[in-house]
């Protein structure tokens, strides 16, 4: 957490969140905001004009009158170098005891009909590829699960997901609180990393 590049991606984010008028809400309101707000904030009350966010963020979308796809409309992470990556977020079930009942529930889950039940209502890809794409309800999500199935071995996990969630999504501590110190405070780059650096060696042990 204290490399040059770390130095470097910071600095990027402190041109932007440093400039508390180019935040809706400001710095104060950045502080306070909460995912699902965030999207509604953008596509319900037009108090910002994108918000950073997966194809779950189409949950919230859709307690508005705007559409997905229509109104909220999206573009791929970035790519560092030749390929663009598939950047993805993800969960995992977990079963406890090695029962009969428990494996059946485990093979049930990864299946392509309990993704279709999910995959109804909106805001999740299933990992299975097996789903068929008449599955989601609406085009873009049509067009993610492609770019997904073909980004191949180019789909990675964010850092969030990557990191123990002790340090990477857990409201607090970790990144997620050294990061919020950087919004309240963006000159502090350095401290910033030493926060981050030691946060890191404690969820990594």
Do not use: H
């Not at 997966?54 to 791929?76: E, H, Q, R, W, Y």
């Not at 770019?147 to 789909?155: C, V």
């Amino acid at each position: 957490m204290t490399d040059k590049s770390v130095t470097q991606a910071l600095q990027t984010l402190v041109q932007i969140w440093g400039k508390s008028d180019w935040i809706a809400g400001g710095t104060a309101g950045a502080l306070q905001q909460k995912f699902d707000s965030s999207v509604t904030g953008v596509f319900g009350k037009d108090k910002a004009a994108m918000v950073y966010g997966g194809d779950f963020a189409a949950a919230n979308i859709n307690t508005t009158n705007a559409k997905v796809g229509t109104d909220a409309k999206v573009f791929p992470f970035p790519k560092a170098g030749s390929t663009a990556p598939a950047v993805l977020g993800g969960d995992i079930a977990v079963a406890f005891k090695n029962t009969k009942g428990a494996m059946a529930l485990m093979q049930y889950l990864a299946s392509p009909e309990a993704g279709q039940v999910w995959a109804k209502p909106g805001g999740y890809i299933s990992p299975n590829k097996n789903l068929k794409p008449d599955a989601y309800p609406d085009a873009l999500t049509k067009q993610l699960v492609q770019q997904m199935q073909a980004a191949g071995d180019a789909a990675r996990y964010d850092m969030s997901d990557l990191a123990p969630a002790a340090f990477g999504a857990t409201p607090g501590q970790g990144e997620w609180e050294a990061l919020r110190g950087l919004v309240r405070n963006p000159s502090d780059i350095k401290g910033t990393q030493a926060k981050l650096e030691a946060a890191a060696a404690k969820a990594y042990k």
